[in-house]
């Protein structure tokens, strides 16, 4: 399948996807660099996240990452997230929250070029590049993510950020 058969497919659906089938979907994918002309864009300043396309119900983004960067420890708030690493190598650190509210690091795995995860809504974790290369992920959001929560760990803070992004383009802006 295309990234343009994905797109398809995700606009026709009238409810969002589960975990297991997006996961599935975004393995069938057969996608590089070249088939996303217009969304691979990278910052010095951090990840960059790039819109692709967003309906009422989903968001898919592509993500550009440099050497060395990496998200925040979050969660991705009344979501589903399939991500499909596009190039390069991902690195994802997985953190459950204990009754004190600090977190503990459960799980470090990597996604290689072609490897596909997916998330749902209260799973904290990190995104990050860890090697020397570029690395490109597409992640769709299902519904579109309108807020997320950000974890500190050295305490219990938890901030909530609004999806900046996603609803600048559901609002038409």
């Known amino acids: ?48 996240r790039n ?30 997230c399939g991500v499909r690493v596009v190039e390069g190598t991902a690195t994802e650190i997985k953190y459950e929250r204990g009754i004190d509210g600090l977190l503990t690091e459960t799980a470090t795995g ?3 070029c072609g490897g596909v995860c997916a ?15 570029d690395l490109i992920t597409l992640h769709v959001y299902t519904p579109p993510m309108k807020a997320f929560s950000v974890y500190n760990l050295e305490d219990a803070t938890v901030r909530d950020r609004p999806d900046t992004e996603v609803a600048r383009v559901l609002a038409g802006v």
């Open 1 to 48: 399948m295309r990234i343009d058969e994905l797109l398809q497919r995700l606009d026709r659906a009238e409810t969002p996807l589960e975990a297991t089938e997006l996961k599935d979907l975004l393995a069938q994918l057969e996608i590089s660099r070249e088939d996303l002309p217009d969304a691979v864009n990278f910052s010095e300043l951090g990840y960059k």
């Open 51 to 80: 819109v692709v396309s967003v309906s009422p119900v989903y968001a898919a983004l592509v993500l550009c990452w440099k050497a060395g960067q990496r998200s925040h420890i979050h969660d991705h708030r009344d979501a589903v």
């Open 110 to 112: 990597e996604l290689p």
């Open 119 to 133: 998330s749902i809504d209260s799973d904290i974790h990190v995104v990050a590049n860890e090697t020397d290369a």
